[in-house]
């Protein structure tokens, strides 16, 4: 999961807030709602060990109870994965006429070693008004409220204007995995075919007292691209130098790479961000950001905006090196040095372009650049659609009073990227808030606000509702 700090982190002239009450007794659909919640976070769906088709299978026989035929209900996998399945729930709507929604999560976690967490990490610990488990945040929070939201409107008995969609799948959080976004949009595109997704991505943070900072909704994501630089040597004994050497060739495209600075880009989702930036910015900060919506070439006024690591990010296309691997002997030339690169391309931006870009950086022909699978599709920013962004903003006020609202892109990933090319824009819902430290979130003692949760249910619940009726 990927949840944009900026707005959150940046709002800092919100309106101070009253610090949040001592947690109340669960209201009974809640308790219901928790033991949903807690059966998916205590089955381990990490690629090592666990199973997504387990868990999907679970919610399968929750929906059912809740009154869905088996035709509205498919479970998928594939016979290379049997164990990184997933789930599609179909709750028709009324007026055929209408395009469906689609609410996307994935089920699977990052890895999670026992011996390294507190607590057992696939066991949901309840302690001082927090959920902590693997999964407690990223996804199984939204794929639980998802569940929840169309069970509760199964059992209502009132169907929907809108068809809603459902779409649980395994393999976000792992890169070289099996992806079931992808195998969906590649494979069974009717399935979920939709007018728009909600996906994760959005949400809201509080400040280390636990008061609401700002709530956002993501509008767009940048392409994760690996690419391969490789030197290569004929190599010899290490007590006869020579001055051709592949690590120093490597060194240095590696040095160019990391120093490398992309040009400065906006879209309609960052140039509203940094708008709403320069009256969150005090001066210099503030200043400089209204220069450089007028002017993207001001290199001044860039200078001073990227000194914050975030803002920098946002701005453009970033590449660094991750990975370095070189030579065969401790007394030998190296023959061969490797290098990953991690791209995170501004929205729109072609993979090869960016190779050609790093190759002109680099500027050494023996350095080899290759684009390293998988390769994604190039992102695509959905539209600042006001029938869906609207209602966001006008239901945020309603259940998180005085809390500033705005527009995010995410520096990172999520399977949003493969619902764009087969016509599904997609926006990171808000609802959820963040502490800021992260929760632990691909790292250890994960961890979710019970408040944020049981407070992010009720508002998502009403945001399926407003758009789908």
């Not at 007026?95 to 976690?109: C, F, Q, R, S």
């Not at 488990?133 to 794929?143: E, H, I, L």
């Not at 392409?223 to 592949?246: I, K, M, W, Y």
């Not at 003692?445 to 049981?454: A, D």
Request: net charge neutral.
């Amino acid at each position: 999961m990927t949840l944009k700090t900026l707005l959150l982190a940046a709002v800092i002239a919100a309106p101070v807030i009253a610090a949040p009450a001592q947690a109340q007794a669960l209201r009974p659909d809640q308790l219901a709602f928790r033991d949903l919640y807690k059966q998916l976070v205590e089955t381990n769906t990490t690629l090592s060990e666990g199973s997504c088709t387990k868990a999907a299978a679970q919610l399968a026989t929750r929906l059912k109870a809740a009154g869905f035929k088996d035709a509205d209900i498919t479970l998928f996998s594939t016979p290379e994965h049997p164990k990184d399945g997933g789930l599609v729930a179909i709750l028709p709507g009324t007026d055929t006429a209408a395009k469906p929604i689609l609410l996307l999560g994935h089920l699977d976690v990052v890895e999670a070693k026992r011996a390294d967490w507190t607590r057992d990490p696939f066991v949901m610990v309840e302690e001082d008004g927090y959920y902590y488990g693997r999964g407690t945040f990223d996804d199984k929070s939204q794929a639980a409220i998802w569940t929840d939201t169309l069970i509760r409107y199964k059992q209502s008995g009132k169907a929907p204007r809108r068809t809603l969609k459902l779409a649980l799948t395994c393999g976000e959080e792992t890169t070289n995995a099996f992806n079931g976004a992808d195998w969906l949009a590649k494979n069974r595109p009717d399935l979920i075919a939709a007018e728009f997704a909600i996906n994760e991505g959005g949400g809201g943070r509080y400040d280390a007292s636990g008061r609401p900072m700002g709530i956002g909704v993501q509008v767009g994501e940048k392409t994760v691209q690996n690419f391969q630089l490789q030197t290569t040597n004929p190599g010899g004994h290490s007590s006869v130098p020579r001055p051709d050497n592949a690590i120093t060739d490597l060194s240095r495209a590696i040095v160019a790479v990391n120093t490398h600075e992309f040009p400065v880009q906006f879209n309609d989702t960052t140039r509203a961000f940094f708008t709403l930036m320069t009256k969150a910015s005090p001066a210099p900060v503030g200043t400089a950001i209204t220069a450089l919506l007028a002017n993207p070439q001001d290199a001044a006024a860039n200078a001073i905006v990227s000194q914050d690591p975030s803002f920098h990010s946002t701005l453009r296309t970033t590449c660094v090196t991750t990975l370095v691997d070189a030579g065969h002997a401790n007394n030998a030339l190296a023959q061969r040095a490797t290098a990953n690169v991690n791209c995170r391309m501004f929205p729109g931006t072609n993979p090869e372009t960016t190779r050609a870009d790093l190759a002109a950086a680099i500027a050494n022909p023996k350095v080899a650049i290759t684009l390293t699978p998988p390769i994604r599709p190039v992102a695509v920013s959905p539209p600042l659609n006001e029938a869906v962004l609207g209602p966001m903003k006008a239901l945020a006020a309603k259940h998180f009073p005085g809390v500033p609202f705005g527009l995010t892109m995410s520096t990172g990933a999520t399977d949003a990227i493969f619902l764009s090319p087969i016509g599904i824009p997609t926006y990171g819902a808000p609802g959820l808030f963040i502490d800021p430290d992260g929760n632990g979130m691909h790292g250890l003692n994960e961890r979710i606000r019970i408040k944020s949760l049981m407070q992010g249910r009720d508002y998502l619940d009403d945001l399926v509702h407003t758009l789908a009726d």
